[in-house]
C-alpha cells in the first residue's frame, strides 16, 4: 500500500536543550558543530524541541523574549547552513495540556508570533504544531485548535509544511481521532516507544519503571510482528487520508540491553523505510542518545542501526568503526 512521503528523510532530535526549562538545564546546550556531525553522517532532518510557554509574558499578548528568540534563530540558521530539513515544535506546554481552554489563546499567540517571525525562511523550516497532545486535551478540542492553528500559519506561511499529530501522546490508536482540514502541505506524524516496558525501563521520570530493568528485545517473530502490525496500521491510516507520515520520535532509553537496543532501533528504522515513512530517532545526546557530546565520539553501534555502513573519521583521518 502506498502513501504519500513526506520526504525528510532520516532525522534524529535535539532533544533536552531548548525544552528544558531553560537550555543547560537538562545537561544539553546546542552548539553549531553538532549539525556538522549530524550531516556529515547522512542525517537529513533535525527535530528541534523547543518550550517556546517558558519564555514569553504572562499576560497577552504573550510576547515571547527576544532573546530566546535570537537564540532559536540563531540555532535554526547553523542547521539551515547544513543543508538539512529542520522541524521546531511547541514541546512541553504541559498547562496547556491540563487546561486547553485556559491556554487556547497562549498557544494561538506563540503560532502568530513564529509564523511571522520565520515567514521568509526557506521551505526546509517545517512547524510542527504541538508535541504529544493528551490529558485534558481532547481529540474534540484538538481538532478544533488545528483548525484555527493553521488559519493563522497560512496568513504568513501560506504553502508551508506543517507536521501535526494526534492526541494520546502522538500515538498510532490516536489517528483515528484525527481530522485534518483541507491542506496540500500537511504531515501527520505518530511516536513509537513500544514495547514501552523496554524502551523506557529505568527511566526516572516513569513510576515504576525500574521494575522493567532487564527486559530485552530479541527480534522474535511475535516482537517483530507487534511492531509491523502498528506501522501498517499506520499506513492504513495514511492511505485513507492520502497524507505522509512521519515517525518523529523512537528511541530506547540507555538503561535498557544495548544489544537489545541496537536490534529494536534496526528493525523499526527499517520497516519505517519499507513504507516510505520519515523519522526522527530520539535523540542525539542525552539518554537514549546516539552521540557522546563530553568525548566527541558516536555510539557506532546505534549509528550503524539508524544509518547502515556509517564511515566516521577521528581527527587523524583514518577509520574509527565500521559498520557491524
Not at 45 to 60: D, K, L
Not at 143 to 159: K, S, T, V
Not at 282 to 311: K, R, S, T
Request: aromatic letters at 14%; glycine letters at 6%; proline letters at 4%.
Amino acid at each position: 500500500m502506498e502513501i504519500p512521503q513526506a520526504n525528510l528523510g532520516r532525522g534524529i532530535n535535539l532533544g533536552n536543550a531548548l525544552e528544558a526549562p531553560q537550555e543547560g538545564e537538562w545537561g544539553i546546550v546546542i552548539q553549531e558543530y553538532f549539525f556538522d556531525k549530524i550531516k556529515d553522517v547522512g542525517f537529513k532532518a533535525v527535530r528541534i524541541p523547543i518550550r517556546w510557554s517558558a519564555h514569553t509574558e504572562t499576560h497577552f499578548p504573550y510576547t515571547i523574549n527576544e532573546s530566546f528568540f535570537q537564540r532559536v534563530d540563531d540555532v535554526i540558521n547553523q542547521a539551515l547552513a547544513g543543508n538539512l530539513n529542520v522541524i521546531i515544535n511547541i514541546h512541553h506546554f504541559d498547562e496547556l495540556t491540563e487546561d486547553p481552554l485556559q491556554h487556547e489563546d497562549k498557544l494561538y499567540q506563540i503560532w502568530r508570533q513564529i509564523t511571522e517571525r520565520y515567514s521568509g525562511f526557506p521551505d526546509q523550516l517545517i512547524f510542527e504544531l504541538l508535541n504529544e497532545p493528551h490529558e485534558a486535551l481532547t481529540s474534540d478540542l484538538w481538532n478544533q485548535f488545528i483548525i484555527n492553528l493553521l488559519e493563522i500559519i497560512r496568513e504568513a506561511n501560506p504553502e508551508r509544511s506543517v507536521i501535526i499529530g494526534p492526541v494520546q501522546w502522538n500515538s498510532i490508536s490516536g489517528l483515528d481521532s484525527l481530522a485534518l482540514p483541507q491542506d496540500q502541505n500537511l504531515i501527520v506524524t505518530f511516536h513509537f516507544y513500544s514495547p514501552f516496558q523496554f524502551t523506557h525501563q529505568g527511566a526516572e521520570w516513569v513510576e515504576g519503571s525500574d521494575s522493567w530493568l532487564g527486559t530485552t528485545w530479541e527480534g522474535t517473530e511475535s516482537e517483530m510482528s507487534a511492531i509491523t502490525n502498528d506501522l501498517d496500521k499506520a499506513v492504513r491510516w495514511a492511505a485513507r487520508n492520502e497524507i505522509p507520515l512521519f515517525m518523529g520520535e523512537f528511541g530506547a532509553y540507555y538503561k535498557a540491553d544495548y544489544e537489545s537496543r541496537i536490534r529494536w532501533t534496526r528493525f523499526l528504522a527499517r520497516e519505517a523505510e519499507k513504507r516510505d515513512i520519515s523519522w526522527a530517532y530520539w535523540e542525539f545526546g542525552a539518554g537514549f542518545g546516539i552521540y557522546d557530546i563530553e568525548n566527541d565520539e558516536w555510539d557506532m553501534g546505534l549509528l550503524n542501526a539508524l544509518i547502515p555502513h556509517v564511515l566516521v573519521f577521528d581527527k587523524d583521518a583514518s577509520p574509527q568503526s565500521q559498520s557491524r
